[in-house]
């Protein structure tokens, strides 16, 4: 795993030995391809962040800042570890379940350009969706203004849902068995039927 591009591009990354599946580089390079100008100046919340690969990847590219979550406080100390191997600015780490923090992002009124998301693969019905819980979340709506857009990954075979409410699906790929799903919030109002 590396740093695809910009001024940290081809430094490999550490990846935390348990818990975490990493965005793969194809996947990554990807979905940057299709970002291309969004990225650089934007402000970054990497949800999920595992290796931080993705939030690396957007200040490796130019984005202005970058806050990396993961509950998991060994993938947090890998996180910091990459930080500091690739000497990138604007990136700063949270250790945090997302749910928590969410609500707590929005009462300090922070807004963010891009929101990347990669939580845990449903295998199952028994599993939890994270992503409909995620989607669900009333607080997320609050952290995108009406430019931003939200990148979910997820398993090609998670449910195949191509419409949530409040939300507009601009691109939904599968790249072997990853899916990735680029959405924009609905404004209030406009949503249609």
Known sequence: MRIISGS????ALEVPKTVTRPTQDRVRQAVFSML??????????????????????CLSRGAASAMLVDENKGACEVIRRNIAKTR????TVRHSDVFRLLPLLQKDGKQFDLIFADPPYTHSDEDTDFIAKLLAEEALPALLHADSHLILESHHFNR?????????VLTDRHYGSTRIVWLRKIPHGIESA
């Open 8 to 11: 940290a591009g081809g430094l």
């Open 36 to 57: 291309g100008e969004l990225v650089p100046g934007a402000h970054v919340l990497d949800l999920f962040a595992g290796t931080g690969a993705l939030g690396l990847e």
């Open 88 to 91: 990138l600015t604007g990136a």
């Open 160 to 168: 195949e849902t191509k419409h949530w409410p409040g939300w507009e």
